[in-house]
């Protein structure tokens, strides 16, 4: 998947970005673990995932402690083998996400 014009996600909580990221692989049935968050969501939207003065490699540092937040929150969560999936809040919220960028909309 080719990712999303700067325009369409820029005003979405890095949150968000990261939960519809998850969603992107599970739907892909790639294993959700740190590594493929991180390159789906960096692939996806390149610019929030990016190295503020280097844009074309993708920082770690923006989605560890949000994924912890969104574990600790209950929105996903994480098995015995590292691997995150959504939790029912979590496929809640990502519906809406899902509808967004369906359609191209800013909404936020």
Known sequence: ???FKKEIYQNIDIN???LYGLFSLLNKKEKCIFENILQECFLLFPEAF???LILKWPDARKIDRPLRSLRQKGIIKKD???C???SKQG???VQELVKIFKQGQLRF
Do not use: A, C, T, V
């Open 1 to 3: 998947m080719k990712g």
């Open 16 to 18: 968000k970005l990261i």
């Open 50 to 52: 990016s190295f503020s």
């Open 80 to 82: 015995s083998n590292n």
């Open 84 to 86: 995150f999936s959504l």
């Open 91 to 93: 496929e809640k919220e």
